[in-house]
C-alpha cells in the first residue's frame, strides 16, 4: 500500500519552461539560454555535494544564470537579473498538477526539492496549491542536494513511513535514480518521451503526464 505521495517539484508540479518568457526580453536565443541555465543549475548542485561547499538554492540558481549570461554574451544590470531570478517565484503549475492533487487527497501528499524554503513557499503560494501538502521539504535542511540519500530521507522522517511507502515523483531522470536508490517506489513524468540514464535503476512506473497518476495509484 502507497500510504505517501511525495513529489519533486521543478520540472514535475512547476513548469521550469515557462522561463523562456522571461529569457526571451534579454536574448534572442531563448532555448538555448534556459536550457545552460538549468544545465549549470543541475551541475552546480552536484558539485558544491560532492566537494562539501554548500551554497543554498537561491544562491545555486544566481550564479547558473550568471555563467548563462557570460556564455552568451549577455549583459543586462542587477536589476534585470533580479527579474529573471524571481521568475523562479512564479512559475506556473502544469495544467493537471491541481486537479491530480484534488484526486489524491486520500493520501498524505508532500514536496521534495533542492529548492529554498523561501523559494518553494512562494511558488506553492502562487499556485494556490498550500493545503494540498502535508509537508514542504527542502534539501537546505541536510545543505545537501539530490540524489544524496539524505536528502530522501528528509521525506520520511517527516511523514513517518518507510522508504517502500512512499510513491515517489519526479519528471528529472536523476532524481529517479536517486529516489529509486533510496527505497522509494517511483513514477517518472517523462513528458519528452527522454532516454532514462543507464545506470541499472530504473521508475517502477512511467507516465507522460500528472493526469495518469490517480489511476495508477487506484
Same mark, same amino acid.
Given at each position: ?15 521550469? #519552461?515557462?522561463?523562456? #518568457? /522571461?529569457? &526571451?526580453?534579454?536574448?534572442? +536565443? ?6 545552460? $541555465? ?12 560532492? @566537494? ?5 538554492? $537561491? ?5 547558473? *544564470? !550568471? ?7 549577455? =549583459?543586462? #544590470? ?12 512564479? @512559475? ?16 498524505? *501528499? ?20 498550500? #493545503? ?5 521539504? !527542502? ?6 542536494? =539530490? ?16 522508504? /517502500?511507502?512512499?510513491?515517489?515523483? !519526479? ?16 513514477? $517518472?513524468?517523462?513528458? !519528452?518521451? &527522454?532516454?532514462?540514464? +543507464? ?16 489511476? *495508477?495509484?487506484?
Amino acid at each position: 500500500m502507497v500510504k505517501a505521495v511525495v513529489f519533486d517539484a521543478y520540472g514535475t508540479l512547476f513548469d521550469i #519552461g515557462s522561463l523562456a #518568457g /522571461a529569457c &526571451a526580453a534579454v536574448t534572442p +536565443e531563448t532555448q538555448s539560454f534556459c536550457d545552460l $541555465w538549468r544545465q549549470k543549475q543541475l551541475e552546480y548542485t552536484f558539485l558544491v555535494t560532492v @566537494l562539501g561547499r554548500y551554497r543554498d538554492f $537561491w544562491q545555486i540558481t544566481s550564479h547558473a *544564470l !550568471s555563467f548563462a549570461l557570460k556564455k552568451h554574451d549577455v =549583459k543586462i #544590470g542587477a536589476s534585470e537579473k533580479q527579474r529573471l531570478l524571481e521568475s523562479y517565484l512564479t @512559475l506556473p503549475s502544469y495544467d493537471h498538477t491541481e486537479p491530480t492533487l484534488q484526486r489524491l487527497e486520500p493520501f498524505r *501528499l508532500a514536496i521534495l526539492s533542492n529548492g529554498t524554503p523561501a523559494m518553494l513557499g512562494a511558488v506553492v503560494r502562487h499556485n494556490n496549491l498550500t #493545503g494540498y501538502f502535508s509537508h514542504v521539504l !527542502s534539501a537546505d535542511r541536510v545543505r545537501l542536494y =539530490k540524489p544524496h540519500p539524505e536528502v530522501y530521507r528528509l521525506a520520511v522522517d517527516a511523514l513517518g513511513v518507510q522508504a /517502500a511507502d512512499v510513491l515517489f515523483i !519526479s519528471s528529472n531522470s536523476f532524481d529517479v535514480v536517486g529516489a529509486g536508490s533510496f527505497g522509494f517506489r517511483v513514477a $517518472w513524468i517523462n513528458r !519528452s518521451r &527522454a532516454p532514462l540514464d +543507464e545506470l541499472g535503476i530504473r521508475p517502477d512506473h512511467e507516465l507522460q503526464s500528472l493526469v495518469d497518476l490517480p489511476a *495508477l495509484i487506484a
